[in-house]
């Protein structure tokens, strides 16, 4: 299974907006927001292609820029 940290940076001042939308999203937990407006989460997906696509999905959440992987482990159960 296939566990991932990301960063999400988003518009300047939706920083608390975009947190609240990602974290309603199936498969994602935020852990908390930056100083500087930063989202870091953890993605997880029973597949790599499922991370994939939740990844896409979250570039389309409105006021997101941008979405980069910190951290990938994937463990087979």
Do not use: K, W
Not at 18 to 30: H, L, P
Not at 48 to 73: F, I, K, M, P
């Amino acid at each position: 299974m296939p566990v991932s940290g990301i960063v999400v940076r988003c518009l300047d001042g939706c920083a608390d907006a975009v947190s609240a939308r990602i974290a309603a999203i199936d498969g994602v937990e935020v852990h908390g927001v930056s100083p500087d407006g930063q989202i870091v989460a953890v993605i997880e997906a029973d597949t790599v292609q499922g991370e994939v696509d939740l990844v896409s999905h979250l570039h389309d959440v409105e006021d997101v820029v941008t979405v980069r992987l910190a951290y990938h482990n994937f463990e087979d159960i």
